[in-house]
């Protein structure tokens, strides 16, 4: 049987998860610095040590409800080819070592605007984590009409 490692984290409550490989690093709340005529997905951009990384709230592009007034956003940041991005997550949550047989693809009764960057989805004995597909994620094209 082959095995996954999956970074996990909450987003309004649910569990999403990414591939462990692309997880640069995790993080606590950075300051942003917003950037004038930028999709409403990208909420600023922060300094990594030198590096200006892009940040984006994954609230906004899953259709979640914005944060509470007080609430501050943890970062998952990943690698990519151009560079390192960050998504603004709720909660950090663990690596889950996951068989692959488990994956399934998007459940039908999942809906709604941020269906898109869903690639699937991997029952645990505690709930549903649903997987980001990455690349559609970091795809600077407007969203798809469903």
Do not use: W
Not at 23 to 29: A, F, K, L, P, S
Not at 60 to 89: A, C, F, Q, Y
């Amino acid at each position: 049987m082959s095995r996954h490692k999956i970074s996990t984290f909450r987003i309004d409550g649910d569990l999403f998860g990414v591939d462990a490989m692309l997880v640069q690093e995790v993080g606590r709340h950075a300051e942003l610095t917003a950037v004038p005529l930028a999709p409403p997905a990208v909420a600023g951009v922060m300094n990594l040590r030198g590096e200006v990384v892009t940040a984006l709230d994954l609230r906004r592009m899953l259709g979640r409800p914005e944060r509470h007034g007080t609430d501050k956003p943890m970062n998952v940041v990943l690698r990519n080819e151009g560079g390192s991005i960050s998504l603004l997550v709720d909660a950090i949550e663990s690596v889950e070592d996951i068989e692959d047989e488990t994956f399934e693809p998007i459940p039908d009764t999942v809906i709604g605007v941020g269906r898109e960057y869903l690639s699937g989805a991997y029952k645990l004995p505690d709930g549903l984590l649903l997987t980001l597909d990455v690349p559609r994620l970091l795809d600077p094209r407007p969203a798809r009409s469903a």
